[in-house]
């Protein structure tokens, strides 16, 4: 089993910077994809940023395209999504997740494994 536990969320103004982080607690993180979603007040959990087990292949929606960046580190069993020029609808609960397999997905179902959240809240 694969268990998450997110940091790093808070609150920032409009135009300012967070980096989230996401932990693994044992040693099979590396033989899995990993992701983060985010869920808005009222809104359908969405794909945020996927990044493959090997870290050489990255994939962003649309939203965050040129804003965040994920990246992994699979000595320290941690991925990471650095988040610039936030917005207030940035707003949401952030979620790292993980699948068995290699390619990233982007829909909820293909993920096996969920951190517990952390919340990112960008004021205007």
């Known amino acids: 089993q694969v268990l998450l536990v997110e940091s790093g969320g808070g609150l920032v103004q409009a135009g300012g910077s967070l980096r989230l982080s996401c932990a693994a607690s044992?040693?099979?993180?590396?033989?899995?994809?990993m992701a983060w979603f985010r869920e808005a007040p009222g809104k359908e959990r969405e794909f945020v940023a996927g990044?493959?087990?090997?870290?050489?292949?990255?994939h962003y929606a649309d939203s965050v395209k040129d804003r965040f960046t994920i990246s992994r580190d699979n000595a320290k069993n941690t991925v990471y999504l650095q988040m610039n020029n936030l917005k207030p609808e940035d707003t949401a609960v952030y979620y790292c997740?993980?699948?068995?397999?290699?390619?990233?997905?982007?829909?909820?179902?293909?993920?096996?494994?969920w951190g517990q959240g952390t919340q990112v809240t960008v004021s205007s």
């Open positions: 997740a993980s699948r068995r397999g290699v390619l990233v997905a982007t829909t909820v179902n293909d993920y096996d494994y």
């Open positions: 044992e040693s099979t993180f590396s033989s899995h994809a």
């Open positions: 990044v493959r087990r090997s870290g050489g292949f990255t």
